[in-house]
C-alpha cells in the first residue's frame, strides 16, 4: 500500500509491469479493500460494499480504479457512497472487466486505487441544487445528495432510465430528498406515488434552482447542457488507461485547454466544455 501526495517522477501503480513515470501532485492510494456484499440489484446491475483505507476518498463524484484477475488495464467505478471504512459502488456489467467483478465472493480482497479525480463542488450549490442521473450516472450523485443535505441544501433530483427493470437507488434518494425525487423512464414503464414519468430526464427539470450537477450518457449530457439555465458541473466516464494522469489517453479539449478527465476531471464546469462537433 502506497500514496503519492507530491510532484515528481514515479513508477506506474496501474498494472505493475511498466516503469511509466508520471508528473503532477495528488492524493492517490493504493489499497486492499474486502467485500463484503455484491449483490444483483436492477438488470445487470450490482451494489458491492467493501471494507478497507477510504481516507484518500474526500470528494462526492471522484472514483476508484479496480485491478482484476488477467485484466491489464484497471477498470474505473465512481464512488456511490462513503462512510467509515465502508465503500459502496453500483456497477452495470457490460463487459468482460465487470462481469468478472459480478462474479467475484463476499471476502475476497481487491486491489484498488483510491482517491481519484477532482468530484463535485459541494460549496457551489446554493440553497436549492438539482441533481440529474442518467443509467450507471447515477451512483456518483448519491453521496453528493447525502453530502449536500448535511450542510443544509434541499436537492431535487431527476434519475433517468431506459425501463423499469434498470431502476435502482431511487428508494436510497427519497430517503435524502423524498418527493423532491423524480424517476422518468423512456419507455414509461416505471410507476411510483408520482405516477409514470415517460420521457427523458430534460423533459422533466424543474424550473427553479440554485446549480446543477449532472452525470450521464454523453447525450443525455449534452441535452441538459441545452436544457439546464444556471451554472453546473459535469461528470464524465471516458474511457480510460492509467486512470491517474500519466497515460493522456483520456485527454480532451476544453475552452481553458487540454484536460485529462481522469486528473483534471471526471468534473468539468458547464463553462469549460467544448463539445466535439
Ligand atoms: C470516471 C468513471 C466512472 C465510472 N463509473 C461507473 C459507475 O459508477 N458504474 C458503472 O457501471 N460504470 C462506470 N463507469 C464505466 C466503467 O468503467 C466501464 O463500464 C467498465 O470499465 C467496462 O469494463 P468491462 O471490462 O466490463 O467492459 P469492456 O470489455 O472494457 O467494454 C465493454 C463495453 O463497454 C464500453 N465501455 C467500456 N468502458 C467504458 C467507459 N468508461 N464509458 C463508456 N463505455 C465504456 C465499451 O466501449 C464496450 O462497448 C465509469 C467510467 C469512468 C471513466
Ligand atoms: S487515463 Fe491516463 S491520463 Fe487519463
Known amino acids: 500500500m502506497y500514496n503519492i501526495h507530491v510532484s515528481g517522477a ?3 501503480p496501474a498494472a505493475f509491469c ?4 508520471f508528473p503532477g501532485s495528488f492524493a492517490m492510494r493504493q ?3 474486502t467485500i463484503t456484499e455484491n449483490r444483483k440489484i436492477a438488470d445487470a446491475t450490482f451494489l458491492m460494499r467493501m471494507e478497507g483505507d477510504t481516507e484518500a476518498i474526500t470528494a462526492p463524484g471522484q472514483f476508484v480504479n479496480f485491478k ?6 484497471r477498470r474505473p467505478i465512481s464512488v456511490f457512497d462513503c462512510e467509515g471504512e465502508t465503500l459502496s459502488i453500483i456497477y452495470k456489467v457490460v463487459g468482460r472487466g465487470t462481469d468478472a467483478l459480478s462474479k467475484t465472493a463476499p471476502g475476497k480482497e481487491l486491489d484498488l486505487l483510491t482517491g481519484l479525480g477532482n468530484g463535485y463542488d459541494v460549496g457551489a450549490a446554493g440553497k436549492r441544487p438539482l441533481l440529474i442521473g442518467g443509467g450507471v450516472g447515477v451512483p456518483p450523485l448519491y453521496w453528493l445528495c447525502k ?12 434519475l433517468g432510465f431506459n425501463s423499469a427493470k434498470d431502476v435502482f437507488a431511487a428508494d436510497e434518494f427519497r430517503a435524502i430528498a423524498g418527493t423532491d425525487v423524480k424517476v422518468v423512464t423512456v419507455d414509461g414503464s416505471y410507476r411510483d406515488g408520482d405516477g409514470c414519468n ?3 430526464v430534460t423533459d422533466f427539470l424543474p424550473s427553479e434552482y440554485t446549480y446543477f450537477y449532472t452525470c450521464g450518457p454523453e447525450p443525455m449530457l449534452r441535452a441538459v447542457y441545452k436544457a439546464t439555465s444556471t451554472e453546473g458541473e459535469f461528470s464524465f466516464e471516458e474511457r480510460m488507461g492509467c486512470g491517474f494522469g500519466a497515460c493522456m489517453g483520456c485527454s480532451c479539449k476544453t475552452v481553458t485547454g487540454y484536460k485529462r478527465i481522469c486528473k483534471d476531471g471526471p468534473v468539468l464546469k458547464k463553462e469549460e466544455i467544448l463539445w466535439k462537433n
Not at 147 to 158: D, E, F, N, R, T
Open 147 to 158: 453530502k449536500l443535505a448535511a450542510q443544509g441544501a434541499m436537492p431535487q433530483v431527476v
Open 31 to 33: 489499497g486492499f479493500f
Open 10 to 12: 514515479r513508477r506506474c
Open 68 to 73: 482484476l484477475d488477467g485484466f491489464y488495464l
Open 198 to 200: 415517460k420521457g427523458f
Open 18 to 21: 511498466c516503469n511509466l513515470s
